[in-house]
């Protein structure tokens, strides 16, 4: 295999569940926010989680009775997927070491807003999903309520400060980008309703399923690779 080459980008992210343990992931907004998408996974599955990370999600997965594999860009982010028991190696999501429709399922959570060439990626993600097979996504949304909120009084989203975020999306961007690569059945859901006050910011749950999408905080996107005609 050629050897992997990172750009400045791609050198600059950063793992932001350092040091949790499994206990206190599940007490996590990130977990909090994932449960759609453990849900729409279902079980039995073939997944490649991409960007795994400290294999948080794909443990979850593989206990919900799923054939997991995990794929990271550094080295020891795969290795911390792999002390959980999970399947991982280092690789590109631009250039993955897989054969053509391989996966039931891809995942990417919280990844997407990291690639520059997003339309590349989406589309060797579906190379690697067998017919009918579906890609998972989650990002922030650019067009929460608690966002336009800030806007209006000069304020910068918390996630836009993250240095190696470097693609926003809404609800419209992220179909369009899905739709342009060649996915179908595209369905965007939400999570976690945010509200801003001082110094402080109120999160819910409670109404995930039930406000629009374009609401939440969170983006959660399933969409199709067409079966062969």
């Known amino acids: 295999m050629s050897k992997i080459q ?3 980008i791609e050198r600059a992210q950063q793992n932001y569940l350092k040091d949790l343990t499994m206990d206190e ?4 907004y990130n977990y909090k926010t994932m449960r759609k998408l453990f849900s729409l996974c279902g079980t039995g599955n073939k997944i490649l989680d991409v960007g795994c990370g400290d294999g948080f999600i ?3 997965l593989m206990d919900n ?7 990271d860009l550094h080295e020891d982010q795969v290795k911390e997927t792999r002390k959980k028991g999970v ?3 280092r690789a590109r999501v631009q250039q993955l070491p897989f054969k053509d429709a391989t996966f039931d399922i891809v995942t990417m959570a919280e990844v997407i807003e990291h690639f520059i060439e997003t339309e590349i990626a989406l589309k060797e993600i579906m190379r ?11 990002t922030p949304n650019f067009a929460s309520i608690r966002d336009r909120i800030l806007m209006i009084f000069g304020k910068l989203q918390a996630f836009a400060w993250h240095t190696d975020h470097v693609k926003f999306f809404n609800k419209e961007r ?3 980008v899905l739709k342009i690569t060649g996915y179908r059945s595209i369905h965007i859901h939400g999570s976690a309703f945010g509200f801003p006050i001082p110094k402080n910011a109120k999160v819910t749950y ?4 039930i406000f629009p999408a374009v609401w939440m905080q969170c983006l959660i996107a399933e969409a199709k690779k067409p079966m062969k005609k």
Do not use: C, M, Q, R
Request: hydrophobic share 40%; glycine share 18%.
């Open 128 to 138: 690697v999903l067998k017919p009918g097979g579906k890609i998972i996504i989650t």
């Open 58 to 60: 794909g443990k979850i």
């Open 206 to 209: 409670a109404f995930d399923g």
């Open 25 to 28: 992931y599940l007490g996590s």
């Open 65 to 71: 009775g799923n054939d997991v594999i995990g794929v």
């Open 87 to 89: 399947k991982a190696i």
């Open 6 to 8: 990172y750009s400045e």
């Open 174 to 176: 992220l179909v369009k």
